[in-house]
């Protein structure tokens, strides 16, 4: 049960390329987001869909995977746990950011399972 207390599962579409940058170790990082959306009834009976972006980054393997795999509009299953993380922006204002860091991927369509 201990493995289940901070972990992510989402489909979604790919929102953008995915950004790849090395770190001086050699490890690959990713960072790309995908879109999920939600759709209900409103109170006249139209239906309204809902879209919530999510930022994710993965590391080492996933990561070289989602460079090969992944661009924009592709379906994808992900599976991973939320982290936050502080950052200074450009004004030197202090921002707080929610990702999640990505364990497995899964396309959805015709493509292989990463």
């Known amino acids: 049960m201990y ?15 995915v950004e790849i940058k090395n ?5 690959k990082l990713a960072r ?10 409103n109170t ?14 993965a590391w080492g393997k996933v990561a070289e995977l989602a460079e090969k795999l992944l661009q924009k509009g592709t379906e994808v299953v992900i599976e991973g746990k ?5 950052y200074t922006d450009k004004d030197g204002n202090k921002k707080q950011m929610c990702e999640i860091l990505v364990n497995e991927l ?9």
């Open 32 to 41: 790309f987001s995908i879109a999920t959306n939600e759709s209900y009834r």
């Open 106 to 114: 899964l396309l959805l369509g015709s493509k292989a399972v990463a």
């Open 3 to 17: 493995a289940l207390k901070n972990k992510v599962q989402l489909i979604g579409n790919v929102g953008n390329a």
């Open 44 to 57: 006249k009976g139209e239906k309204v869909t809902e879209t919530t972006w999510h930022n994710l980054i």
């Open 23 to 27: 770190t001086e170790s050699g490890k």
């Open 82 to 86: 939320l982290t936050n993380r502080s």
